[in-house]
């Protein structure tokens, strides 16, 4: 490939990455905090029972416009055109995985130019199968696993194995983009393969008369629960490349694994707010 077409494509890709995702996680974020507007309208209710007006709206004001939302807790079929967020998520990691083939699977960014603990060749596969395992058992333990407590403490105890272990296998840079990538391809996963079909068979029930499966809503609304903690680290390593001293320390791995911990801590406080 000529140099400068390849450089130019590069540039294309990772433009449209950075605005796919900002997109995204906006989109995720300002759902985030609506929902979490109508927890309190709903808890407000709750404490004045005698009220016979309570709040049902959420008032907003942007960029000139005022807006009055409302929740529908018992979904109905609307003649309104029924608006989808998913080409964001979906960009962002065809966009995500293409970098990262481009960058460093082909332009052998993932393994170090010295004295490798494996070939570029198996480091690719190992790659390859890491994001894979990553959504396999991040899927099935949030499948059957019922404590939200016990859920946490077992993903970080696999993140911080994957951090280990990239890291002794892949360069310290190949290694964070590698974390990236696993937790990004869980994101995705998470809207195409649990939160979209899951929102389309509630429409093709109210399309059908019958009445929504609403526990199906309450497990795609988890996923979107840990899509807005996973991306605060995903968003770090996406830019880890201009700080050396992480991927580079000898403490690279323990760094990574801090700064998920620090990353979940807040996105806790972001949907608080």
């Not at 960058?103 to 790659?127: C, N, Q, R, T």
């Not at 959504?135 to 993140?159: Q, R, T």
């Not at 990239?166 to 190949?174: A, E």
């Not at 429409?203 to 526990?215: E, F, I, Q, R, S």
């Amino acid at each position: 490939m000529n140099q400068n077409l390849g450089w130019w494509i590069e540039l294309a890709v990772r433009w449209t990455h950075v605005f796919a995702g900002i997109m995204w996680v906006g989109a995720t974020y300002y759902f985030t905090w609506l929902d979490g507007r109508f927890v309190e309208l709903e808890e407000k209710a709750k404490k004045n029972p005698d009220d016979k007006n309570p709040e049902k709206f959420v008032w907003m004001v942007h960029s000139g416009g005022f807006y009055l939302v409302e929740k529908e807790k018992n979904p109905k079929l609307m003649s309104q055109t029924l608006h989808w967020f998913k080409w964001e998520a979906g960009i962002t990691w065809m966009t995500g995985i293409f970098l990262l083939g481009l960058m460093y699977y082909h332009g052998s960014l993932l393994v170090s130019f010295e004295d490798a603990p494996i070939s570029l060749k198996a480091a690719v596969w190992l790659s390859l199968g890491m994001i894979t395992a990553a959504w396999v058992l991040y899927d099935l333990l949030w499948k059957f696993c019922k404590n939200d407590w016990v859920g946490l403490i077992i993903s970080y105890a696999l993140v911080v194995a994957a951090a280990y272990f990239s890291c002794k296998y892949f360069s310290g840079r190949g290694a964070y983009m590698q974390l990236g990538a696993m937790m990004g391809t869980i994101m995705a996963a998470n809207v195409w393969m649990r939160i979209l079909p899951a929102q389309r068979r509630m429409v093709a029930a109210l399309k059908a008369g019958t009445p929504p499966n609403l526990d199906e809503g309450a497990r795609a609304k988890a996923r979107s629960k840990h899509n807005s903690f996973i991306v605060i680290p995903v968003v770090f390593i996406m830019i880890s490349n201009h700080y050396s001293g992480t991927y580079g320390s000898t403490h690279n791995w323990q760094i990574l694994s801090v700064l998920v911990l620090v990353g979940w801590f807040a996105a806790k406080l972001i949907r608080k707010a």
